[in-house]
């Protein structure tokens, strides 16, 4: 009957539009998810799927919006949405400024699921942005305890140590963080950035040296390692970097 025919034209202009953002279309990924929207407003993956797309395009406002539908839609459409659902909610409100809102949504989901890694991971980092780090230490510390060597955590961990002061402990961290995963070149360069911060600037060109040859494209270690260089007084090597 028609009403099958309908819900068919819906599913293939979704799967349009996806196939459009995988292809690296953004304006004609939004456009089909918009097209959509207007014939079903409350489609709950129309939503969701525009409202991601807009959070990865920089448009973090109107993304809080069109997720928050998709959350309040899909229970009327029979369906219960998937935590990663309320996941997207946290990271645009946090990007949308709104770090007391994300933080709501994350602590739900930590005390529902106490023994899942992602939204202790999250919440730790959003402490962090928001500058709690004693809380945000106690996370990572919570989430190392069932992930002993997770890599991104340690180095966290490290960057909230190191805001509070406790610097040979942040440099236990991020050192564990790089020996975990050699290929982590944030750890790398937070080790020979503490380093130059405790004075051994040597060292700390090892390490800079170390991050830029794995990633030369990052300018931040690239300008991290003008700076020790300078400092460890091989002005030459220095110059010659910032001109390339």
């Known amino acids: 009957g028609p009403a099958m025919a309908v819900s068919g034209q819906k599913v293939s202009a979704l799967d349009e539009a996806l196939a459009r953002q995988k292809a690296g279309d953004v304006a004609g990924a939004e456009a089909g998810f918009r097209a959509v929207l207007e014939g079903d407003p409350d489609h709950p993956n129309a939503l969701l799927l525009l409202g991601t797309l807009l959070h990865k395009t920089g448009r973090a406002d109107e993304a809080?919006?069109?997720?928050?539908?998709?959350?309040?839609?899909?229970?009327?459409?029979?369906?219960?949405?998937?935590?990663?659902?309320?996941?997207?909610?946290?990271?645009?409100?946090?990007?949308a400024g709104d770090g007391d809102g994300a933080l709501a949504i994350v602590d739900a989901l930590v005390a529902e699921a106490p023994g899942a890694l992602e939204p202790l991971m999250l919440r730790a980092d959003l402490l962090q942005r928001l500058e709690r780090h004693e809380e945000a230490v106690r996370d990572y510390r919570r989430l190392l305890d069932k992930a002993p060597g997770y890599s991104p955590a340690l180095n966290n961990m490290g960057v909230s140590l190191k805001a509070l002061g406790s610097l040979k402990e942040a440099y236990e961290s991020f050192a564990r963080a790089a020996e975990e995963d050699p290929k982590n070149t944030q750890a790398?360069?937070?080790?020979?950035?503490?380093?130059?911060?405790?004075?051994?600037?040597?060292?700390?060109?090892?390490?800079?040296?170390?991050?830029?040859?794995?990633?030369?494209?990052?300018?931040?270690?690239?300008?991290?390692?003008?700076?020790?260089?300078?400092?460890?007084?091989?002005?030459?090597?220095?110059e010659r970097l910032a001109e390339a």
Not at 68 to 86: E, F, K, M, S, V
Not at 194 to 223: P, T
Request: cysteine-free; overall charge neutral; glycine content about 8%.
């Open 188 to 238: 790398i360069m937070n080790v020979g950035m503490l380093m130059l911060d405790m004075g051994d600037a040597q060292a700390a060109v090892g390490h800079l040296r170390r991050a830029h040859a794995l990633d030369r494209d990052d300018r931040k270690i690239e300008d991290a390692l003008i700076d020790a260089l300078q400092v460890a007084e091989q002005v030459g090597e220095a």
């Open 64 to 95: 809080v919006g069109l997720i928050g539908r998709a959350l309040d839609a899909a229970p009327r459409r029979g369906r219960a949405p998937p935590p990663a659902w309320r996941v997207a909610l946290a990271h645009a409100k946090r990007d």
